[in-house]
């Protein structure tokens, strides 16, 4: 049975880093398209980052560029979301995707497999 699951989310003061990680089983993983959503109370979900299977071609949301990682390791079936100077505002619960569009130049779409979420919490 296909399942992800997500870790390292917690609450951390502004400026801090969190290092997100995304373990997946029963995927074919390295053939996969990878993401990292997020939604905060009130808001519509946000597409932080993919990469793409071959790890090529990576997308970062406006409002996490230069402060948030997005890697792969295919062998351990994982997905990483290194996040740096985390604002309050980055507050929201974070979900791994697989199996959707990702480019460099537009917005995740279309991921149909889902984790549970990891929730990031950071205080001013």
């Known amino acids: 049975q296909a399942r992800m699951v997500e870790s390292g989310g917690g609450l951390v003061q502004a400026g801090g880093s969190l290092r997100l990680s995304c373990t997946s089983s029963?995927?074919?993983?390295?053939?996969?398209?990878m993401g990292w959503f997020r939604r905060a109370p009130g808001k519509e979900r946000e597409g932080v980052s993919c990469i793409n299977w071959s790890g090529g071609s990576i997308y970062y949301a406006d409002s996490v560029k230069g402060r948030f990682t997005i890697s792969r390791d295919n062998a351990k079936k994982t997905l990483y979301l290194q996040m740096n100077s985390l604002k309050p505002e980055d507050t929201a619960m974070y979900y791994c995707a697989a199996g959707g569009h990702c480019s460099g130049s537009d917005p995740p779409r279309n991921f149909g497999f889902w984790g549970q979420g990891t929730q990031v919490n950071v205080s001013s």
């Open positions: 029963g995927l074919t993983f390295a053939d996969l398209n």
